[in-house]
């Protein structure tokens, strides 16, 4: 049977080809027609697996390339491990082929991205100005380089030696064979494939930078087409299969040639985009500026022409200064042509008001260029605005008739004539640059040397403040000066003085000028004069804290209790409630340097037990679970951080705290051993204690907490000379008491409150056990004055704490100087109202705490004599329980 493909004259053969193309479908009849020639000609060409991974490599190469002229870091990165993961893959192909040497090409690269690193990380300026995603990639790819390049030291000395010499000939032949290979298999093919394929090949060695994928193929499709398409027509005439099947895959002629039209059209464009990517790349590349690209149109100077006075340069100004905060308007630029402004002001003798307003815009404009509020200005930047507000003062101070402030409008600005006004707040700018100092602070490592070098312009910034609090001392209003005062006392509250402390325990006469003299004078003319509580407030807690450093510890103490704060303190705004938290730990460490062991105890109480002290004193940021905080509640509280000079050792304050709680927790163990109801005065100490049980083998002390456990063993066995050997030693006085102001007074105290307390203890624990004792004994035992052992023993009997149960009482002998105890054996009737009076009291306490588990109680007793009950009570729900608590337990006393 003759194929259906091949069509003969006869009718009839014509006849049954046409039935049978219509019959086949369309698909497989089309493939098979249009393609099969093609199939015919086209060979398959065959590659080696070195012309592979060689040509793999040097396309990651070429785009390497590419990156580096763009300096895309990040992309780059990415490149660089692509290609070393493509070396690797032939890493068998080298060892077979090249005998294991390391291609020249390769080696090549490697050597000229070691050159653009080192380029690009020298050029300081260019790194500073890089984006975020860059600069990580620089660094990552500059870690990665340098330790993958070591394993091709050798390589790379050997190539470094002789770089212009050409790659070896193995890799000569097989570039010239890739760049042959397509010509190759086209003259295998025919005359037919080759004039199909060389224009497809010719737009392939044109497109090298960025062409479209879609669009080549389009390009190759309509060369087909076209090349075609006049055999075809010529041999279709009288047709009729060949012709259906041409009107149902070839276009017309009217549509080829308007796709003609529009290919040439697109490839005409890309060849101009790439003649002037080629040029761009002749003359080198140009820096596109970051930013919106809205051009802003610069504003013009005075011509030559132009009078120059104060109403054009204030028209000048507000001209320049209404493109502040607006998109794509250029910061930097705004600088210059105000700094430029300044000098046609000072050239032309405008007059000081006029001056002073452009110093000041000047200033807001160097505060504008940093865009994000929580990052600190350029180091550039913090110089040149510390200097411009130094200049501004000093012109402020020079014209005494010139008024500044935010009271005056616009409508009521006098800058020709005097008195002068001008609108503006010169606190606002000081209280600004106080905020960026801080922010520069935070910014620095707190271990390094820029923070000490930044640490140095706080003597600018507290000598600008003087210069702010002269001038408003002679103009400003009395709220006014107290921001100018509460800004000095910020930056002098936390400085310890040695004058002020020799002047706080009377060395020093009170009428030298002390920082302790300066902080009582600014800090009362704040009570008296502020209206606002926030004032008020923050001054109040600077001066206990001031005191507090200095060890007057009364006078601190007593300003605390009167100002109520402990009352109306969480009312406060978050850094006032921080210098409350700092203010408490400054006055425990003073009670406890002044040996008043339970005042300390009480104030750092609060900070100590949640083991929280590193937030509330906002010196660090704690590891939260899962979600417990997000991203910006982290940054807000970053934002609250203090500097860290300003930081309170934490190690030392929990030393103080757990040594204050063993002074008064060991006595009262002691002398409740065997109390059922014994309430637990510090959880974190008896924490520490527990931990310690538990060890199975507890080895010498090392930490410091180890050793205050230590010392509290030791005391509770009566050991005091052991416990104060634990705690003052080489190793404790060098990482807590060497800390302190005047460190062997402290360690004084600290030796003669551990030898009353271990008496106290010891009697405690042993008094059931003598008739007698005598305070000779006891003063030779632990090396107290005979005085001193008379006078803890005397206030333990009127305290009543020498009695460790009801059936021993002490008294003093005085004649034989000894201690006597008295045992009594209570009644019948005595023990069976103590058993009554405890039965009692456990059944009001369960009573209490069902009431208050159960608040739905309340909810059914609406009437009038609940209310009467709890208003005579006087306490919540418990009906008054607690008075009534207190009541039996100081009846019971009374009858003991």
Partial sequence: MTSRFFMSDSESESDSSEGEVIDEPPGISTSVFVFSEDEEDTKRVVRSAKEKRYEELKNIIKNIKNYKKNKDMASLLSSFEDVCRAYSKALPVVQKEEGGRTPRFYIRCLAELDDFIQAVWEDKAGRKSMSKNNAKGLTTLRQKYRKYAKDYESDLAVFRENPDAP?????????????????????????????????????????????????????????????????????????????????????????RDEDDLKKKKKRGQRETKLKDEESDDDGGWETVKKGSSMPMEKPKMFGKDDEINVTTVHKKLNEIMSARGKKGTDRKEQIELLHELLSVTRDNNLGPAILIKVQFNIIMSIYDYNPSVSDPMKVEFWEKVLLKIDELLDMLIEVPDLTIGEQVTEETESLEKTPYHVRGCV??????????????????????????????????????????????????????????????????????????????????????????????????????????????????????????????????????????????????????????????????????????????????????????????????????????????????????????HQHINLEMLECVYLVSAMLIEIPYMAAHEFDARRRMISKSFHHQLKNSERQSLVGPPESMREHVVAASKAMRNGNWKQCRNLLLNDKMNAKVWDLFHEADRVRKMLGGKIQEESLRTYLFTYSHVYDSISLVKLSDMFELPYSTVHAVISKMIINEEIMASVTIGASLDEPTSCLVMHRTEPSSLQSLSLQLADKLYNLVENNERILDQKPFFTRGMQGGGYRDRREKGGGGGNWGGRDRRDQNIHRRGDRD
């Fill in 427 to 644: 606190l606002t700018v000081v209280d600004r640059m106080d905020e960026e100092f801080t922010k520069l602070l935070k910014a620095c490592d707190a271990h390094s040397n820029e923070y000490i070098v930044s640490l140095r312009d706080e003597i600018r910034v507290c000598g600008i403040i003087n210069k702010l609090l002269k001038y408003k001392e002679e103009k400003g209003m009395p709220a006014d000066i107290c921001r100018v005062y509460l800004r000095k006392i910020e930056h002098q509250y936390y400085k310890y003085e040695p004058r002020a402390a020799k002047q706080a325990v009377g060395e020093l006469p009170t009428t030298n000028d002390t920082t302790l003299v300066e902080m009582d004078r600014l800090c009362k003319y704040i009570y008296v004069r502020d209206n606002t509580d926030r004032l008020r407030t923050r001054a109040v807690l600077c001066h206990i804290y001031h005191m507090s450093l200095h060890d007057k510890w009364y006078e601190a103490r007593d300003l605390m209790l009167m100002a109520h704060l402990q009352e109306t303190i969480h009312h406060s705004d978050l850094p006032t409630q921080i210098l409350y938290n700092r203010t408490m730990v400054q006055l425990g460490l003073c009670a406890f340097r002044h040996g008043t062991i339970k005042e300390a105890h009480n104030a750092l109480l609060d900070i100590q037990s949640g083991g929280r002290a590193k937030e509330l004193l906002a010196q660090g940021l704690l590891p939260q679970r899962q979600h417990e905080r997000t991203t910006e509640q982290e940054k807000q509280e970053k934002q609250r951080q203090i500097p860290f």
């Fill in 167 to 255: 790659d070896s000939d193995a890799e000569v032949e097989h570039d010239d064979q890739e760049e042959d290979s397509d010509s190759d298999n086209l003259m295998d093919r025919g005359p037919a494939a080759f004039g199909k394929e060389v224009a497809p090949s010719k737009s392939a060695t044109k497109v090298v930078k960025g062409s479209d994928k879609e669009d080549e193929d389009d390009d190759d499709d309509s060369i087909d087409w076209g090349h075609d398409s006049e055999d075809e027509t010529s041999s279709s005439d009288g047709e009729g299969g060949i012709d259906s099947l041409r009107k149902k895959f070839l276009k017309d002629k009217r549509e």
